[in-house]
């Protein structure tokens, strides 16, 4: 009874919430996610009545709480951002591929192997394992592209919320808010 007494106490917290930010780096966290998304999404729009093939996953709007709104966290980083979606992207259409019959296995793997691929790559980016569950899972559109999945719509996606990040990320004259804090 007394190690359950002791796990259980752990889930007490005990620190307090945060402050909330100051109203200037919700408005850019704001303008951030807006511009980001927005221009993903008229471009998507455009390609997906030219070829038919979507640029807009899910994984993204994780993808711009993380870059607009943590700019200065490690799971922000471009080399996060941008090889953690990648790596998750080509695991996911992998497994698509070699166990299109057992999405339950499929869906579990995609995901376990890419937190680890991430974290042996130093790669961390929790939107990734949305990334890759969207692979496996995702509409059969993206499966029936194939590789092209990690290329268009993830890998243009990723960069177009990385130039966004880079522009307005550094339009604030606090000199604790820049990006990235590397590469």
Known sequence: MRPLRSYLKKMRGGGRCPPRPPFSKILVSWLGAFVGILVIAILSQQQHLDSGHLLLTASFGASAVLLYGAPMANFSQPRNLVFGNVISAFIGITLYKLIPDMLVLATALAVSLSVAA???????????GATSLIAVTGSSQFAEMGYGFVVFPVLAGVLILLA???????????????YPVYW
């Open 118 to 128: 991430m974290h042996i790559t130093r790669t961390l980016h929790p939107p990734g």
């Open 164 to 178: 966004i990040a880079l522009l307005v990320n550094n339009l604030s004259g606090n000199p604790q808010r820049h």
